[in-house]
């Protein structure tokens, strides 16, 4: 089915992110996020900030010429996209699904009459596989936590991966090896380079190390219980290195890249080997992205699933040039055409 325009869940606020602080401002009508960044020379070259309430204009991105958004098709894997597929695959194994299923992940098999036809579900063998979770029973935060990392850093994996077990909106600010805008600033915050580092606006807390951070995640936003394949100390370390072994190092180093005035948003969780490759160019391209969680359990699947008529991941809206596209060899391609400098 064609998509349509997507409206955003009620969860966030308004809000014009600066690096030094994160004021928020309500909106009476719906909810979004913006990014307005104070940059360096080079990335204000290719880009401007705004004092105005009002989104900045976006006339310098725009998508490749003649360019059509593709329609979804179920896991379809294109040609030459094997190899990324199998290799990003490879989480799966080593960290035995974490990542893949939200908080107290639940499935019960029904029949079809039992279930609604715009509820989500799988099909199996004549039957439906209804999925749950505890979500609905987590706090929720009311602005996205934001977080300082990148894709081949396995204590960045591990952070990832709770994140998709919360449920969690996410505001990622890349981090790559030679990135020239959101490394530094880690630094200037935080006083050293480390990674992941993440601030939640929610609360005014900041902080380094991964085992923190998954721990205070999961009290300020989940049960208070941290999934065993988190909780194994220097085996959960190795085994999150070995799921990113078959990448070859892909989302760690710096790609020239235009800075766009407003984040991506993203539907994904990290389990998925298709958002993997898409995750990997926005942090190559150094792209703020708002990820929005969609586990196996999430509510967000039923939520998008009625907004669309279907529900797949990855799922990107860029508020920068109006594209609103599915499938993750065209998104690639779509970003790279449209950021790469």
């Known amino acids: 089915m064609a998509a349509t325009a997507l409206h955003l869940p009620p969860l966030l606020l308004a ?68 190899d990324d597929i199998v290799t990003a695959s490879l989480a799966i194994p080593f960290r035995l699904g974490t990542g893949v299923f939200a908080l107290g992940y639940s499935v019960s098999l029904v029949s079809p009459d039992e279930v609604a036809p715009d509820e989500y579900a799988l099909d199996f063998q004549g039957r439906k596989v209804k999925e749950s979770s505890k979500i609905g029973q987590c706090p929720r935060p009311e602005k996205p936590i934001e977080i ?72 300020k936003y989940g049960d208070g219980t941290v999934p065993i394949m988190l909780s194994l100390g220097i085996l959960t370390t190795i085994t999150a290195g070995l799921a990113m072994s078959g990448r070859s190092g892909k989302g760690s180093k710096y790609t020239p890249a235009k800075l766009p005035p407003e984040p991506i948003e993203l539907w994904a969780y990290e389990g998925s080997p298709f958002c993997k490759i898409v995750r990997e160019t926005l942090v190559e391209l150094e792209l703020p992205h708002l990820l929005h969680s969609c586990a196996r359990g999430s509510p967000r699947r039923q939520e998008f699933l009625k907004k669309y008529g279907i529900f797949q991941a990855p799922y990107i809206e860029d508020p920068n040039t109006g594209v609103k596209m599915f499938e993750s060899a065209d998104i690639i391609d779509y970003l790279r055409a449209t950021y790469a400098a």
């Open 148 to 219: 300082y990392e990148f894709e081949g850093c396995p204590f960045c994996r591990k952070v990832r991966e709770m994140v998709a077990v919360l449920d969690l909106d996410v505001l990622f600010y890349p981090c790559p090896k030679n990135g020239p805008t959101f490394r530094p600033k880690v630094l200037e915050m935080g006083g050293k380079q480390q990674f992941p580092y993440m601030v939640d606006p929610n609360t005014g807390v900041a902080m380094y190390e991964s085992d923190a951070i998954i721990k205070y995640l999961a009290d």
């Open 15 to 82: 809000r014009r992110l600066r690096f030094s602080s994160a004021a928020a401002s309500t909106s009476t009508s719906r909810r979004t996020t913006r990014l307005s960044a104070q940059l360096d020379d080079t990335a204000a070259a290719s880009t401007s900030t705004s004092t105005s309430d009002k989104p900045a204009a976006a006339s310098s991105f725009a998508p490749p010429p003649d360019f059509k958004p593709p329609e979804p098709k179920t896991f379809e894997v294109k040609p030459g996209q094997s």
